[in-house]
């Protein structure tokens, strides 16, 4: 079946750091891919998206590019703020609209 | 647009007793809603799928007598933790689905 894997954290970065959580999936045809991110407390909200290979979404400064070659779609950001510490996931969607999850990962930022 | 809320965004209960939370979806209509549980530091575990008018679709492990979920309008599906556990404590959260899936603010269980 459908999984996505991402990089275990905490991931502990300075204000101003670039940021890299690497995300990989394994998924039969051509699913769409998502980045949430869940701030302390709250529910999850979509960050960024993409539907097709080559696709790059982009939100808030954060990026992350659909590389099929590779079945990848790390998050990037090249200056993180401490208001950016939060939990990322890591998502594909196959068909139906089912969402599966990767791990999480969490991202702490020091000022 | 397309957001979602879910009541109450936290509760605690005695052992034994029957917890009702609710899924909105304030402005538009979802053709499905889906009931998410999260363990601390953990990822969020698909509990089932609930379509409107009809029962709702448990995944592997979870109790469909436990976790009552009715979805009665386009707009509103609940999820019932009935004879509740100190173990069923946990961030309980939903998103409703028209094109993609957008996710209430979750409800925070304590059963004491």
């Known amino acids: 079946g459908d999984s996505v894997t991402q990089m275990e954290g905490p991931v502990t970065l300075s204000e101003e750091a670039f940021l890299t959580i690497n995300c990989t999936y394994t998924?039969?045809?051509?699913?769409?891919l998502f980045w949430y991110v869940q701030y302390p407390g709250e529910g999850l909200q979509l960050l960024l998206k993409a539907t097709k290979a080559d696709d790059k979404g982009s939100n808030k400064g954060f990026e992350a590019t659909y590389r099929k070659e590779t079945t990848s779609f790390h998050l990037e950001k090249g200056s993180v703020q401490v208001s950016d510490s939060a939990v990322y996931f890591c998502?594909?969607?196959?068909?139906?609209?089912?969402?599966?999850f990767g791990g999480g990962t969490r991202l702490m930022v020091k000022p | 647009g397309a957001v979602v809320s879910q009541h109450p965004s936290r509760v605690i209960c005695k052992s034994g007793t029957s917890v009702k939370i609710e899924c909105r979806s304030l402005?538009?209509?979802?053709?499905?809603m889906f009931w998410y549980r999260q363990f601390p530091k953990k990822s969020l575990m698909l509990m089932a799928t609930s379509n409107e008018g009809s029962k709702a679709t448990y995944e592997q492990g979870v109790e469909k007598d436990k976790f009552l979920i009715n979805h009665a309008s386009l707009t509103l599906s609940t999820l019932t933790v009935t004879s509740a556990h100190p173990e069923d404590s946990s961030f309980y959260i939903c998103?409703?689905?028209?094109?993609?899936?957008?996710f209430g603010p979750g409800t925070r269980l304590t059963v004491l």
């Open positions: 998924a039969t045809g051509y699913p769409s």
């Open positions: 998103s409703a689905s028209v094109h993609e899936q957008f």
């Open positions: 402005d538009f209509q979802a053709t499905t």
């Open positions: 998502a594909l969607s196959n068909a139906g609209n089912m969402l599966t």
